[in-house]
């Protein structure tokens, strides 16, 4: 969790990879079976230890940005959980339950 906390921070300035980031983190979470109705703690159990760590140094805005950049973080992980689960029910479906795809040769 640090770990992501760390490169997640690390990539505010570069949102492009910091997306990429998040959305393979939340792919991997279907395969460990980690549902997204439990992304939302990560942030603020985060905050929760942090905050005593930093006393007076902590403070309304610094809280905000926080879970501001949790919010974000967890919407695209969601995202890729989501986008995880419809590829795997899709591969998992017989050849004759898959959608048809048109035939696009000439």
């Not at 992501?4 to 395969?31: N, P, T």
Request: glycine share 2%; proline share 5%; charged share 25%.
């Amino acid at each position: 969790v640090m770990s992501f906390i760390e490169k997640s921070v690390a990539r505010l300035d570069q949102l492009e990879r910091l997306e990429a980031l998040a959305l393979e983190l939340g792919k991997s979470h279907y395969h460990y079976n980690a549902p997204p109705k439990y992304f939302s703690y990560v942030g603020a159990e985060f905050i929760c230890a942090v905050q005593p760590i930093l006393k007076e140094r902590w403070t309304a805005e610094l809280e905000e940005a926080w879970k501001t950049m949790f919010q974000y973080v967890t919407s695209l992980m969601k995202q890729g959980y989501h986008e995880e689960s419809s590829r795997q029910r899709h591969l998992t479906l017989s050849p004759k339950d898959r959608p048809e795809k048109s035939n696009t040769a000439l």
